[in-house]
């Protein structure tokens, strides 16, 4: 499946990606609230990948709903919904705009990168429904919170990408998400301690190549999501 914030909030059959192979769509990150771009977004390269600061800009779950709920039910795969929250509230709210919805296969929910275990129990347990939900968490810490995330109710975690910094414009450092191939052998290890932990897991993180999924697979993920090889129209 592809992850989170790569294919937009609903899936384009006419787009430049062929999306035949996925067995699932994952939406862009829709809040409770539309949320403007970060003041100082930008993407920044290094060796082996690049670092992208957006801030998750969003119309708002309303307004997501009105532009794509009709074009989710159409759609030829399932449609997994990416919750961004920071309070449980939040999800609770989001999740009862998004139970009445057909051709939903469940909820991913991005768990902030600095969130504290109680708080993925408290936005986790907001988010269990008639749905599976799948938590999100940060690369470099899931398998510090994936038990947490499972006690809590999670079917599954999946991976999102790691936080770093890069020096910008007067050497003031921007801090983002690092994707790119440089990622994969991190992202391989962490599946496979999860997956070793009896933890249902999405393995994602630098695969560019379809031997990378298929080896990610072999060390124990249900599942693979693509992020930014899916720019560059697959592999």
Not at 180 to 199: D, K, T, Y
Request: net charge neutral.
């Amino acid at each position: 499946m592809n992850a989170a914030g790569t294919l937009g909030f609903a899936p384009d059959p006419r787009g430049p990606v062929d999306l035949s192979p996925l067995g699932a769509f994952v939406t862009n990150p829709i809040s409770l609230l539309p949320r403007t771009p970060a003041q100082e977004r930008g993407c920044l390269t290094y060796p082996g990948g690049f670092l992208l600061h957006t801030g998750y800009p969003n119309p708002g779950i309303r307004t997501v709903l009105r532009r794509c709920a009709a074009r989710w039910e159409r759609s030829e795969r399932p449609i997994i919904v990416h919750v961004l929250a920071q309070h449980g509230e939040e999800v609770f709210r989001i999740i009862q705009q998004l139970e009445k919805l057909d051709n939903m296969a469940g909820v991913e929910l991005g768990i902030p990168p600095d969130a504290a275990p109680e708080l993925v129990s408290e936005l986790v347990s907001a988010g269990l429904g008639e749905r599976p939900v799948i938590a999100r968490l940060p690369l470099e810490r899931a398998v510090e919170l994936a038990c947490v995330a499972v006690e809590a109710g999670a079917a599954a975690i999946s991976l999102g990408a790691p936080r770093g910094a890069l020096p910008g414009s007067l050497g003031k450092l921007v801090r983002g998400r690092l994707y790119g191939p440089s990622l994969f052998p991190l992202a391989l290890e962490i599946v496979r301690q999860v997956a070793h932990q009896g933890i249902p897991v999405i393995g994602a993180g630098g695969v560019y190549q379809r031997q990378q999924a298929e080896a990610m697979l072999r060390a124990g993920a249900a599942a693979v999501q693509l992020d930014a090889v899916l720019w560059r129209g697959g592999f």
